[in-house]
């Protein structure tokens, strides 16, 4: 099956620094997507993206959808407490079920 | 807007029982519901995708006799565990997506529950 390779796997930062995380894969995508989950929950969509080259923002975040359809990045801007979690990017083709990244997991020293 | 329930939010049952997990969508009408297993510390797997009115499409490797969807409308999917095993304790997700053919927006992507914890004794 589709096959996202989401770096880094984790990261440990200080509060108020900026976040970058991303995800490749050797087949082409109509969608990126990035989810977040906390604990114990159900995965969040933070932000989606439909046309390569594609920028969006939300809030503190930004993410990429990659020229080549290939790729998107994930960045957080001053980063706070509460960004704490698991990152997920997810892909699709058409209205199928989402392949995910396997995760970035994200901690925040106050 | 787009808010997935699922229930119950935690479950611990005796070896060989069987378990159902309920996915609705409170505020929208969805066609297609899917489900995930999410093992910790890694990422969520797609077990099926469930239509409304018709079977599910069971991924490769998931038994569609130990795993029985049921999307009997278009806001509740139900997922049943069949004798059970600990090697099926893990965190199942649904999801739920309505929205329109061709329509490609952030209001017409997966929506997800928030998970059921499940544990086989």
């Known amino acids: 099956g589709q096959q996202l390779n989401q770096s880094p796997q984790s990261m440990f930062i200080q509060e108020g620094e900026d976040v970058s995380m991303n995800c490749t894969s050797s087949?082409?995508?109509?969608?990126w997507l990035w989810y977040k989950q906390d604990p114990g929950e159900g995965p969040v969509l933070l932000i989606a993206l439909y046309k390569a080259g594609e920028l969006t923002s939300n809030g503190r975040l930004t993410a990429q959808f990659g020229i080549t359809r290939k790729d998107s990045f994930l960045n957080i801007s001053a980063s706070i407490p509460s960004d704490v979690g698991i990152y997920f990017c997810?892909?699709?083709?058409?209205?199928?079920?989402?392949?995910f990244g396997s995760g970035t997991r994200l901690q925040v020293q106050p | 807007g787009a808010v997935v329930s699922q229930h119950p939010s935690w479950v611990i049952c005796k070896s060989g029982t069987s378990v159902k997990i309920e996915c609705r969508s409170l505020?929208?009408?969805?066609?297609?519901m899917f489900w995930y297993r999410q093992f910790p510390k890694q990422s969520l797997m797609l077990m099926a995708t469930s239509n409304e009115g018709s079977k599910a499409t069971y991924e490769q490797g998931v038994e569609k006799d130990k795993f029985l969807i049921n999307h009997a409308s278009l806001t509740l999917s139900t997922l049943t565990v069949t004798s059970a095993h600990p090697e099926d304790s893990s965190f199942y997700i649904c999801?739920?997506?309505?929205?329109?053919?061709?329509?490609?927006?952030?209001?017409?992507?997966?929506?997800f529950g928030p998970g059921t914890r499940l544990t086989v004794l």
């Open positions: 087949s082409i995508f109509n969608t």
């Open positions: 997810g892909t699709r083709t058409g209205r199928r079920a989402l392949t």
């Open positions: 505020d929208f009408q969805a066609t297609t």
């Open positions: 999801s739920a997506r309505g929205g329109l053919a061709g329509v490609e927006d952030a209001y017409n992507e997966q929506f």
